[in-house]
């Protein structure tokens, strides 16, 4: 590792800022032709069938509409990630601050105040940690930040509703804050953007994969209190399927290095839909105990961010500490502190 008072190399810059190598990797370039080509195509369909008259006006307004959300969600998604690392990570920090407002609104954390306060604080704090690439500041916002929750409103005097507001305060920064800063701590390996397509388009496809196999198979009920939609054969569809995609793309994504074994891409495969899983009915069952059917409305046909992103929660802990225990730590060799100096 280098140390130095700032070192922002060329090489760093370009991981950063660059977007000239977007296109290097052939899973980045593929993945994302096909999402492109998904979008037209199916946007082609909602027109054809518009001009025939095969869609009527309700029909056609509530696809478009769904349409227009996958589309932004899409190229919300994939621009950051091609455009470079410091582009990801805002994108994240961004992610993060919106699915914790929603998940305060809908708890009514929301009207704690400084707890809030302590939250969004974490969440920049370790956001910053992860664009210098300053690991050991990272991995200590988790215990400083809830110790920061958890006495920040004692001098208000009020002990009634301290255990939950504090234990709310907890999970949503762990959840939405460290959790999902993960995503930028990938972004500091220098050839990041394929195994971040990887692990996004397995907890895009997972979901995909087991609501179709879902409706088709039928069958019991997963958790019929939890998630009423949700059955055993989707839960199974999704897991095979998603495993199955990751050993596909996963064999182009690591070929060559000890992640390419067949049996590690299979943990993989099966931690990105498990955990995928997990992480909607996690959400779900935050939605049920307070008694709401999304969490959010920013996404039209998709709720808000929380209703849409609540499958990657839970995954990209699992992938980075995964992929570093078989690769060696991501972004071991990759400069450090690199705007505090080290």
Not at 109 to 121: D, E, G, K, N, T
Not at 189 to 207: E, K
Not at 295 to 301: K, L, Q, T
Request: some cysteine.
């Amino acid at each position: 590792m280098r140390y130095g008072p700032i070192m922002m190399t060329t090489e760093t810059r370009d991981r950063l800022l660059g977007f000239q190598a977007a296109w290097d990797h052939p899973v980045t370039r593929w993945v994302t032709i096909g999402i492109a080509v998904l979008i037209v195509v199916s946007g082609s369909i909602l027109w054809c069938g518009r001009r025939t008259g095969r869609f009527g006006d309700a029909a056609f307004n509530d696809a478009f509409g769904r349409w227009k959300s996958w589309t932004w969600l899409s190229v919300g998604i994939l621009v950051p990630v091609l455009l470079g690392a410091a582009w990801t990570i805002a994108a994240v920090t961004l992610l993060s601050l919106g699915c914790y407002r929603e998940f305060a609104r809908a708890t009514g954390l929301f009207r704690q105040r400084l707890i809030s306060v302590a939250v969004v604080l974490g969440i920049l704090i370790l956001n910053f940690a992860v664009l210098d690439h300053y690991e050991r500041l990272f991995f200590s916002m988790a215990p400083l930040t809830v110790a920061l929750i958890t006495v920040i409103s004692i001098p208000v005097d009020r002990p009634q509703g301290y255990v939950q507001r504090v234990a709310l305060g907890a999970l949503g920064f762990l959840m939405f804050g460290f959790s999902l800063g993960y995503i930028g701590n990938i972004a500091n390996s220098q050839d990041y953007r394929p195994l971040l397509v990887l692990m996004l388009l397995g907890v895009a496809m997972n979901d995909i994969f087991a609501y179709c196999t879902g409706k088709l198979l039928k069958g019991p009920k997963l958790l019929p209190e939890t998630s009423p939609g949700k059955t055993i054969s989707g839960a199974v569809g999704g897991l095979l399927l998603t495993t199955t995609l990751t050993i596909f793309v996963g064999h182009h994504v690591f070929v060559g290095t000890n992640m390419g074994h067949p049996i590690k891409l299979i943990i993989l495969g099966l931690l990105i839909s498990s955990l995928g899983q997990l992480g909607d009915l996690v959400l779900s069952s935050i939605k049920r105990d307070v008694g709401i059917k999304d969490i959010g409305a920013v996404i039209p046909g998709h709720g808000g961010l929380l209703d849409r992103f609540d499958s990657l929660v839970l995954v990209p802990p699992a992938v980075y500490h995964f992929v570093s225990l078989n690769l060696g730590p991501l972004g071991g060799d990759q400069p450090i502190r690199i705007l505090t100096g080290g």
